[in-house]
């Protein structure tokens, strides 16, 4: 019997070995890949500005809407907003050709990224409009979409029995596509993988799905799907360590492609929060956030949300085990120093008349004396390290907080906003209803909130920024509000340098600003600095900075 799990363990234990240095390189390469975020942003934002640029060059309807369409493509895993606004111009331009395909191809894509943004009244109407049987040739893409969204629908969904319609919806429209689709093309074969994953033919999957993969061009933003389906086939297979390895690989490839809508690096951060690699999975559910905020992928960010909290708990009780753990060590080092002197105190005495045991001892002592100072350095650095890891904590809890009461207040002011136009529609005030619909009023009422809660929530954070803020420009220019007034623009766009937000541009784009008036307040306000102009914005980040 020995012999037997012996011979075993010979057999299987290289093979585990192989597989876990496989794993450690794959996770590996992924820290490296997400340690060059920045290399793969300018990446993606040069390819988006080639187009924007060819776009300038382009004079007929049609290069218009093959640009916008390329445009729509390099946006939709990357910013939906954005994917939106190029959807929204390329059915423009298909209007103004007149050609049905292009039209529908158009609606398509409008609809699949207001599915990603949660806007799926939006989207299912969008689709009703569309004569599927006029463009035949897209009836695939077409089922695809309306099974994408019902399926986004279902994770929403108030009660079960809505959710299993949904469900049931789904599933019709992806066995439909599935006929649809030219054969052996990339989305037959996803789609083929989906129906064999529903008769549970896990083998069957990963076969045709592995030799596939292997052929796709690393720059296909399949490659990540395809991935992600072989690992989901593994997990129902229970080969776990299989399964992580191929949500590496579809992590690494939406990471390079720069996708911020996906779904391979959050589930690999849970595997490893239940493995126990803190470290890892609060790192990557950090970025998974970061990334569908980003894209403003609604679903991710609800789903991240839910496991946020808990794998940020484990990750703050790590830290203060290791802090525990650090101070303990720190007790031991000063007990064991101050040992070392009382002997080599009681040494120097004895063996004085000694000149080699004196220089030996000196130089012993000058050790200590240089070892505590390091210490000491390390310990200001910790102490440094924690009160950054407060602020940062405080700054996220409360605006994570901000964020989802608004979200919250957003939603049941455009039920109320929708139930108003509701009630013109149905009682045929027409005149009314493009009133309405015209008036800025709303928009501005809703501005005016947020602004309004953004600066309480700030003065939260920084109750004393303004003072501080005013303290920082020379005498008389300090910045006066007008009665009722938390804070003007002037103070607005430094608050949000203060939060880290420093481009202009995007500072622009949250307060409705002109680029040029951004960079006149700017320039202004250095202008009025009381130190040198170009320490100003510096000395603006370390207002209400514990480690000012």
């Not at 997400?34 to 080639?50: A, C, G, H, P, V």
């Not at 939906?80 to 929204?88: E, G, R």
């Not at 960079?519 to 600095?529: F, G, Q, S, V």
Request: charged letters at 25%.
């Amino acid at each position: 019997m020995l012999k037997f799990w012996t011979s075993i363990l010979v057999v299987f234990f290289p093979l585990f070995l192989f597989s876990q240095v496989e794993i450690d390189s794959l996770l590996n390469e992924l820290d490296t890949t997400l340690d060059k975020s920045e290399f793969y942003r300018n990446k993606k934002e040069t390819e988006i500005n080639k187009l924007r640029s060819l776009l300038k060059l382009t004079s007929t309807k049609f290069h218009q809407y093959e640009i916008y369409e390329k445009l729509y493509g390099e946006y939709k895993f990357y910013q939906s907003d954005s994917a939106l606004n190029y959807a929204k111009k390329s059915m423009k331009i298909a209007d103004e050709l007149n050609d049905l395909s292009k039209i529908n191809i158009s609606k398509l894509n409008l609809s699949s990224t207001m599915g990603t943004l949660g806007m799926y009244k939006e989207a299912t109407d969008v689709l009703n409009k569309i004569d599927i049987n006029a463009t035949p040739e897209i009836k695939g893409a077409y089922f695809g979409v309306c099974s994408t969204l019902y399926l986004s629908m279902s994770d929403f969904a108030a009660t079960s029995q809505e959710k299993n319609n949904y469900l049931e919806l789904t599933q019709q429209y992806r066995d439909s596509s599935y006929y649809f689709y030219p054969k052996n093309s990339e989305p037959f074969i996803i789609h083929q993988s989906n129906k064999l994953f529903q008769n549970k033919k896990y083998d069957e999957i990963i076969r045709l799905l592995s030799d596939y993969f292997s052929k796709m061009d690393k720059n296909n933003p399949d490659k990540a799907v395809v991935a992600y389906i072989i690992s989901q086939a593994h997990q129902h297979k229970k080969e776990y360590e299989k399964e992580k390895k191929w949500l590496i690989l579809s992590a690494i490839s939406d990471l390079q492609l720069e996708k911020k809508e996906y779904i391979s690096l959050r589930s690999l951060a849970y595997i490893l929060y239940e493995e126990g690699d803190i470290d890892r999975a609060y790192k990557y559910t950090k970025r998974t956030l970061e990334d569908a905020l980003f894209c403003n992928a609604r679903l991710r960010t609800f789903e991240i949300s839910k496991m946020m909290p808990i794998i940020n708990e484990a990750y703050q009780k790590q830290n203060d085990t290791n802090r525990k753990q650090l101070i303990l060590f720190l007790i031991c080092a000063s007990i064991l120093s101050l040992f070392l002197m009382v002997v080599l105190f009681l040494l120097f005495k004895q063996m004085k008349t000694l000149s080699k045991a004196k220089q030996e001892i000196s130089s012993a002592n000058s050790q200590l004396i240089a070892l505590n100072n390091e210490l000491h350095l390390f310990n200001e650095k910790l102490n440094d390290t924690n009160n950054t890891l407060k602020e940062a904590n405080l700054v996220k809890e409360i605006y994570i907080g901000r964020y989802m009461d608004q979200c919250s207040v957003y939603i049941s002011k455009l039920d109320e906003y929708r139930r108003k136009l509701n009630v013109i529609v149905m009682s045929g005030k027409t005149a009314e209803l493009v009133k309405v619909i015209k008036s800025k009023e709303f928009i501005e009422e809703e501005l005016k909130d947020f602004y309004h809660n953004f600066d309480k929530t700030f003065l939260l954070l920084f109750p004393n920024f303004i003072e501080d803020f005013n303290a920082l420009l020379i005498d008389n220019e300090d910045i006066k509000l007008k009665q009722g007034e938390l804070m003007n623009t002037e103070l607005r766009i430094f608050a949000l340098i203060r939060l880290g937000i420093s481009d202009s541009v995007k500072i622009a784009e949250f307060l409705r600003y002109s680029l040029s008036t951004i960079y006149n307040y700017r320039t202004k306000l250095r202008n009025k600095a009381l130190g040198p102009r170009d320490e100003f914005e510096a000395n603006v980040m370390r207002i209400g900075s514990i480690n000012k």
